[in-house]
């Protein structure tokens, strides 16, 4: 139901349908060649309900698993899931998160009361990589937005996010929030049109000039061109789970 690819677009995971198991492949096998379905491993088994995963730096695997006792933060290295402990987003219902390029903050959607709110976490790590410790995460403000109307994130560039929200009942919108929590109203355009429908994946990458889309819940994908307007594409209707390496 969801797929995460590494940065040299060498490794692909993906959940299962029923959200329980996390899988991984080599794109390639190491003698050459495709790999076939007898390469793919289970890294992660037992869940309850995984969201999409993300991959750092490192090529290490980041998981969080929705479980009956609130989010469950895992990192596979080397194909073995390790638990990692985050305040803030350990125990707590967490709708959604993206993980920087770099591995060094996580960005969640985080439920309380029936209310949504953004938060922030910085990651330590050694020398090697290897993750240290999760600092406790903190607000980050969304001034003159709606926090529950959030249907996805993705990283823009380094230092921001694209958020994707849904102001009314048949319209979307992106916004664009600082990472640093500076971001003003004004801040938050990005010149775009209100998408005349409703969007519900937001598809980009803080690589300079990578192309910012959204797919429908019909299959269909839509850019953002240099006039604010959203276009209609070449790619195929039907896409599930359209990703950036």
């Known amino acids: 139901r969801s797929l995460a690819v590494d940065l040299p677009a060498q490794h692909v995971a993906g959940v299962t349908g029923d959200g329980t198991r996390v899988l991984e492949a080599d794109k390639d096998r190491s003698s050459g060649g495709p ?3 007898a390469d793919v491993q289970t ?44 305040p803030g987003l350990t125990g707590r219902e967490v709708v959604r998160f993206v993980l920087s390029r770099d591995g060094t903050r996580i960005v969640a959607q985080v439920r309380e009361g029936g209310q949504d709110r953004l938060v922030v976490s910085r990651v330590e790590r050694d020398a090697k990589g290897r993750v240290r410790s999760v600092l406790t995460a903190r607000p980050l403000p969304l001034e003159g937005a709606d926090a529950n109307s959030i249907r996805d994130l993705a990283w823009r560039t380094p230092g921001s996010l694209a958020v994707l929200s849904r102001p009314s009942d048949g319209t979307s919108q992106v916004l664009i929030v600082k990472i640093d929590g500076s971001s003003t109203p004004e801040d938050l355009s990005t010149d775009a049109e209100l998408f005349r429908d409703q969007a519900v994946r937001l598809v980009t990458s803080p690589s300079i000039g990578s192309p910012l889309y959204i797919r429908t819940a019909g299959g269909q994908m839509f850019s953002l061109a240099a006039s604010g307007r959203w276009t209609g ?7 599930g789970t359209p990703t950036f390496p």
Not at 58 to 82: H, I, K, P
Not at 233 to 239: D, F, H, K, Q, R
């Open 43 to 86: 890294v992660y088994s037992g869940g309850t309900s995984v969201l999409r995963p993300a991959y750092d730096l490192y090529g290490q695997m980041w998981l969080v698993d929705r479980t009956r006792s609130g989010a469950r933060l895992s990192v596979v290295r080397a194909g073995e899931a390790a638990p990692v402990t985050a």
């Open 35 to 37: 790999a076939t379905l």
């Open 233 to 239: 594409t070449s790619i195929e209707p039907g896409l």
